[in-house]
């Protein structure tokens, strides 16, 4: 929406002691191979950034929202609930302090609910490119597809090799 001049990427993990180009966007790197947010600050005052999209796990993060906490980012979480469980006090030293919390499912909207976050915003699902994705011809498995709860327009999306024990 903004133009990819106005998109700054901070993807410490793959990006480490480099800078970078994805797509016209600019990638800025962290200092450790792990979620390094040690920089996130210093890049946000340096590029006069307006405010953080994080994407995905918030579980780990600890600067971030300690950085929302006393003003010195706007944080906006875009994220899901994968956790079969997930202690209240994760959920309140952490997202509690993001702008907002954007939740992908209405699962994640669900379970954040119980939590009673006050930051909470309509869902926003993660898109699903057509071009690449095809639902299944739901003629050639009527019966199965039926059994399993499947619409006309739902997906069947199987993810695997994540990389921790929980999402498998």
Same mark, same amino acid.
């Given at each position: 929406?903004?133009?990819?001049?106005?998109?700054?990427?901070?993807?410490?993990?793959?990006?480490?002691?480099?800078?970078?180009?994805?797509?016209?966007?600019?990638?800025?790197?962290?200092?450790?191979?792990?979620?390094?947010?040690?920089?996130?600050?210093?890049?946000?005052?340096?590029?006069?950034?307006?405010?953080?999209?994080?994407?995905?796990?918030?579980?780990?993060?600890?600067?971030?929202?300690?950085?929302?906490?006393?003003?010195?980012?706007?944080?906006?979480?875009?994220?899901?609930?994968?956790?079969?469980?997930?202690?209240?006090?994760? +959920?309140?030293?952490? +997202?509690?302090?993001?702008?907002?919390?954007?939740?992908?499912?209405?699962?994640?909207?669900?379970?954040?609910?119980?939590?009673?976050?006050?930051?909470?915003?309509?869902?926003?699902?993660?898109?699903?490119?057509?071009?690449?994705?095809?639902?299944?011809?739901?003629?050639?498995?009527?019966?199965?597809?039926?059994?399993?709860?499947?619409?006309?327009?739902?997906?069947?999306?199987?993810?695997?090799?994540?990389?921790?024990?929980?999402?498998?």
């Amino acid at each position: 929406h903004y133009g990819r001049e106005n998109v700054v990427i901070y993807a410490p993990v793959h990006t480490r002691d480099m800078v970078g180009t994805y797509d016209g966007m600019k990638i800025l790197p962290g200092l450790t191979y792990d979620y390094g947010e040690d920089m996130i600050l210093s890049h946000c005052q340096n590029e006069d950034i307006d405010f953080v999209l994080q994407i995905g796990d918030w579980f780990m993060l600890r600067g971030l929202p300690e950085l929302a906490m006393i003003d010195k980012v706007l944080w906006i979480e875009w994220t899901c609930y994968d956790f079969a469980h997930c202690p209240d006090s994760i +959920v309140q030293n952490t +997202v509690r302090f993001a702008w907002h919390v954007v939740p992908w499912t209405k699962y994640s909207e669900r379970r954040f609910l119980e939590h009673k976050l006050a930051n909470l915003t309509e869902p926003i699902p993660l898109g699903v490119d057509t071009n690449i994705w095809q639902p299944l011809d739901r003629r050639t498995l009527p019966k199965v597809m039926n059994s399993l709860g499947f619409t006309e327009n739902s997906y069947n999306v199987l993810i695997m090799g994540a990389n921790q024990r929980r999402k498998y």
